[in-house]
Nanobody
Framework: QVQLVESGGGLVQAGGSLALSCTAS????????MGWYRQAPGKQRELVAT???????NYADSVKGRFTISRDNAKNTVYLQMNSLKPEDTAVYYC????????WGQGTQVTVSS
């Protein structure tokens, strides 16, 4: 069973930054695309950023220009740098294989105060 461990969340004021990490128990070399997702209270989980094995990235319009996804295959880790945070970014953030979802990790809470 693949394990995903997210970390790096916290409480930050609007306009601040956070850097999230996600470490997988399998080699990222075998995963075509990894994604960061988030789920706000009372809302469905949404995909906010993806990165392919080749390093191609894609972002939801709501985070484009503020978030940056990256991956270190040697460390089996995917990162999400979040800048210019807004209160509406408040959510639990998760990572997962985009095409074949593994069991979801516990996620990491991001809270942005106004």
């Amino acid at each position: 069973q693949v394990q995903l461990v997210e970390s790096g969340g916290g409480l930050v004021q609007a306009g601040g930054s956070l850097a999230l990490s996600c470490t997988a128990s399998v080699s990222l070399f075998s995963i075509d695309a990894m994604g960061w997702y988030r789920q706000a209270p009372g809302k469905q989980r949404e995909l906010v950023a993806t990165i392919t094995k080749a390093g191609n990235t894609n972002y939801a319009d709501s985070v484009k220009g503020r978030f940056t996804i990256s991956r270190d295959n040697a460390k089996n880790t995917v990162y999400l740098q979040m800048n210019s945070l807004k209160p509406e970014d408040t959510a639990v953030y998760y990572c997962n294989n985009v095409f074949v979802h593994y069991y979801w990790g516990q996620g990491t809470q991001v809270t942005v105060s106004s």
